[in-house]
């Protein structure tokens, strides 16, 4: 085998020339497996219309899995499923799929009023959807500051929560216990005139 690099005198470096045609090959081949070309090459002005890139991406993400999956049914469960139990009147499918991501921000934005004007909905559903487990009986339980005046006896008023600074209210003093002033002989009432 012999390889020759043949340069030419007016294109100048020789050494341009082929990284350009790798550089033309690669993104070529960019095109013809993922369908563009953003997500493995860093060309100037691609950032833009990244949205679309990766719609045409998901385009053939999801046509490549239904294609594999047609095979993978006709060719592996298909011969399976006969060889094992037979000629069946129905068989099972191979299903290759990615599931759709949900905004979950905008869902909370979006049910929180329905539900303060309403609306019903199971509280199953909504920690399903939120991925979060039901509480164990005992648990410490997260509540909203409204209803701390709501929560049994007993409980420790919630702690605060983005920040808010906690209410205290003012009680009576103590029966027994004198201030400062009255140990002293001061009168509260009557302001001290000068100070010694």
Same mark, same amino acid.
């Given at each position: 085998?012999?390889?020759?690099? @043949?340069?030419?005198?007016? =294109? ?10 790798? +550089? ?39 046509? +490549? ?17 006969? =060889?094992?139990?037979?000629?069946? !009147?129905?068989?099972?499918?191979? !299903? ?6 949900? +905004? ?6 979006? @049910? ?13 559903? @909504? ?11 005992? $648990?410490? =339980?997260?509540?909203?500051?409204? +209803? ?12 605060? =929560? ?20 009255? $140990?002293?002989?001061?009168? $509260? ?8």
């Amino acid at each position: 085998m012999q390889i020759e690099f @043949i340069e030419s005198g007016n =294109l100048g470096p020789a050494s341009g020339l082929y990284r350009e045609s790798v +550089d033309w090959l690669d993104q070529q081949i960019s095109k013809a497996v993922l369908g563009q070309t953003a997500t493995t090459d860093a060309v100037v002005g691609g950032l833009g219309s990244g949205k679309e890139h990766r719609a045409v991406q998901k385009d053939i993400e999801t046509a +490549d899995a239904k294609a594999l999956a047609a095979i993978l049914n006709r060719d592996l469960i298909r011969p399976w499923m006969q =060889l094992n139990f037979g000629p069946l !009147k129905r068989y099972p499918r191979l !299903k290759i799929e990615q599931p759709e991501q949900e +905004d979950l921000k905008a869902l909370a934005e979006a @049910i929180v009023p329905l539900i303060d004007r309403g609306l019903e909905v199971e509280q199953a559903t @909504i920690m399903g959807r939120f991925g979060l487990p039901e509480p164990k009986p005992g $648990a410490k =339980l997260l509540r909203p500051q409204s +209803d701390a005046a709501s929560a049994p006896t007993g409980s420790p008023p919630p702690a605060p =929560l983005n920040g808010q600074s906690a209410v205290f209210e003012r009680s009576a003093p103590l029966a027994g216990i004198t201030t400062a002033l009255q $140990a002293e002989g001061a009168s $509260a009432a009557k302001p001290r005139e000068g100070v010694e």
